[in-house]
C-alpha cells in the first residue's frame, strides 16, 4: 500500500519557521503533483500548496502565499514544505498526497483527486 510518510511537524513560537518531508519511498514521483494539505481540531482539510511534476509550477493558497515554500526531489521521492513566519492560525496536523489524475497542479488543487495520504504531522504555533 502506498502511503506517504510526514516528518518535521513541531511546537514553534509565532514569527518562526518549520521545514516538513512528505516521503514515499520506492514511488515515482515524477509522474504526480503533490499536495500539502492542513486541517485544524473541528475544520475540514484543506490545500495549502501544490508542486507540479511536470513544469515546477506550484499552488499556495492566499492563506500561506508569501511564507510557505514547496518543493521536491524526485531522486528522492520527497516533498518538503518550508514555512516562514508562522502564526497561530497555522496550527493543524499536516498532510501530503498525490494527485492520481494529473501531473500538474489544478488551479485550486481538488482534494477528491488526491490520495495516498499519509498520517501527517503536527504544527503548533504558540507563545
Known amino acids: 500500500q502506498v502511503q506517504f510518510v510526514e516528518s518535521g511537524g513541531g511546537k514553534v513560537q509565532p514569527g518562526g519557521s518549520l521545514r516538513l518531508s512528505c516521503t514515499v519511498p520506492g514511488f515515482d514521483l515524477n509522474y504526480y503533483a503533490v499536495g500539502w494539505f492542513r486541517q485544524a481540531p473541528g475544520r475540514e482539510r484543506e490545500v495549502i500548496s501544490c508542486s507540479s511534476a511536470s513544469d515546477g509550477s506550484a499552488f499556495y493558497a492566499d492563506s500561506v502565499q508569501g511564507r510557505f515554500t514547496i518543493s521536491r526531489d524526485n531522486a528522492k521521492s520527497t516533498v518538503y514544505l518550508q514555512m516562514e513566519s508562522l502564526k497561530p492560525e497555522d496550527t493543524a496536523r499536516y498532510y501530503c498526497?498525490?494527485?492520481?489524475?494529473?501531473?500538474?497542479?489544478?488551479?485550486?488543487?481538488?482534494?477528491?483527486?488526491?490520495?495516498?495520504w499519509g498520517q501527517g504531522t503536527q504544527v503548533t504555533v504558540s507563545s
Open positions: 498526497a498525490a494527485d492520481t489524475t494529473h501531473r500538474r497542479c489544478t488551479v485550486p488543487p481538488r482534494r477528491y483527486e488526491y490520495d495516498y
